[in-house]
């Protein structure tokens, strides 16, 4: 999967990462080899469900923002793309962040 998925300074990846407590997202820029900003569940009430993930996209896309990153390129980690990945990465674009599959595929 991250064969494909290369991030950059200009369009970083956004990393899902999940476990049965917690979200995680990361934006990481590839070529530097540096997390240039991250969110968490942590501190969020109620269960690690869909709601917990669409705070957590906002929460991520507010920290992307502030950072001055506008587009990234979705990571799953290779979790199927429903429910709470799908959650975090529909909030974050509704907050800002502009999604793109890969770099010259004519998205944004």
């Given at each position: 999967?991250?064969r ?25 820029d ?79």
């Open positions: 999967m991250r494909a998925v290369h991030g950059t300074a200009e369009r970083p990846r956004m990393c899902i990462a999940k476990s049965n407590r917690q979200l995680y997202v990361q934006f990481v590839d070529v530097r080899g540096a997390t240039l900003a991250s969110a968490g569940t942590l501190g969020v009430e109620g269960r690690n469900n869909v709601e917990a993930a669409r705070v957590l996209g906002r929460r991520a896309a507010a920290a992307a923002l502030d950072k001055g990153i506008r587009r990234v390129v979705v990571d799953r980690g290779g979790y199927r793309f429903h429910g709470r990945v799908k959650m975090v990465v529909d909030a974050a674009v509704e907050a800002g962040v502009s999604i793109s599959a890969r770099e010259g595929r004519g998205e944004t």
